[in-house]
């Protein structure tokens, strides 16, 4: 990164896996930070661990240039074998897993915070009875989990993932719909969606968010609505609109009969998203792994008229 270390003999020094895994995150964000962030470090760790990895194999591995750390030739062959690397030694656990651990462990299941409240947990205990010796780990990350890398075991998303290595299926959508309540419209009268909503109060999503297609469908509906709150929490959207604050467009899948909340008619449906269950090939013949993907399943498909919101 900065003077090209000197040239050592590899013998003499052993290579460290941590350091390794540094060289593949970097070669895969293209900055420290990024790197940092994928393996859970701060950059003060990457830099020394890269500096080490470089000294120990007398190579320069990256160089800085318009788009932040680029691979040098090393570079991209030292990533190339950690990535083959890595893949063995899941392969290995996999296979040892599938063979020995049988329907017993530890499940890694990511998905969001929604999903995770309203659809998987309140089902955990149809999954224990059916298999007592699997434990189930929910990560509702910001962040889409690697399966590749095996940051988790399971997705539960909503996008298609694009990774070719992925078995995905559809399993359903997930409606929204506009929300407030009694006490609310009681005050401020029912919005006239032709014309805006105005005279109303709006729980919208931050300003600059407009990933998913709810945020500039409902910025179109209440445009003429006074913003009283921005979040990029459902549950933070869910429990201000639960208190009056306005009017707020929600998963239908969050909001239950003792909510208090009336849901709305919109000239046209709020758009929903598609629901999907991925898992990595390899780790969907692990038979742990297998048995949550059919019960993650199951649970979608019982649950599909309540996700969609037509329940």
């Known amino acids: 990164m900065g003077k090209p270390p000197a040239q050592k003999n590899l013998a003499s020094k052993n290579l460290d896996w941590d350091d390794l895994k540094v060289a593949l995150a970097v070669a895969e964000a293209r900055s420290l930070s990024g790197a940092g962030r994928a393996l859970g470090v701060d950059v003060a760790t990457v830099a020394r661990r890269l500096e080490r990895l470089e000294a120990a194999l007398g190579a320069r591995l990256f160089q800085r240039d318009n788009r932040g750390l680029s691979p040098t030739s090393a570079g991209e062959k030292l990533a190339a074998h950690v990535a083959r690397m890595e893949a063995e030694v899941h392969d290995i656990r996999s296979n040892l897993d599938a063979a020995d651990l049988g329907l017993a462990g530890t499940v890694a299941v990511t998905t969001t915070d929604v999903l995770a409240c309203h659809l998987i947990a309140p089902a955990l205990g149809r999954l224990q009875v059916q298999h007592p010796g699997i434990a189930i780990e929910?990560?509702?990350d910001i962040r889409t989990l690697n399966?590749?890398?095996r940051e988790a075991d399971i997705a539960l998303r909503l996008a298609r993932p694009e990774q070719a290595s992925l078995l995905a299926r559809k399993v359903g959508e997930v409606g929204y719909a506009l929300y407030a309540t009694r006490a609310y419209l009681k005050s401020a009268g029912q919005p006239d969606a032709a014309a805006g909503c105005p005279g109303?109060?709006?729980v919208d999503w931050p300003e600059d968010y407009t990933i998913i297609p709810q945020v500039p469908w409902l910025r179109r509906l209440a445009k003429e609505a006074t913003v009283v709150l921005?979040?990029?929490s459902a549950h933070a959207r869910h429990q201000a609109t639960m208190a009056g604050l306005g009017l707020g467009l929600l998963p239908c899948v969050m909001v239950g009969p003792k909510d208090g909340l009336v849901r709305l008619d919109t000239p046209e449906p709020a758009p929903s998203?598609?629901?999907w269950l991925a898992a990595h090939q390899d780790q969907a013949r692990v038979p742990r792994v297998r048995?949550?993907?059919?019960?993650?399943?199951?649970?979608a498909v019982g649950q599909r008229s309540r996700l969609a919101g037509r329940a």
């Open 138 to 140: 929910i990560a509702t």
């Open 147 to 149: 399966l590749s890398r």
């Open 200 to 202: 109303h109060r709006l």
């Open 230 to 232: 921005r979040a990029n």
């Open 273 to 275: 998203l598609e629901l």
């Open 291 to 299: 048995a949550v993907l059919d019960f993650l399943a199951e649970t």
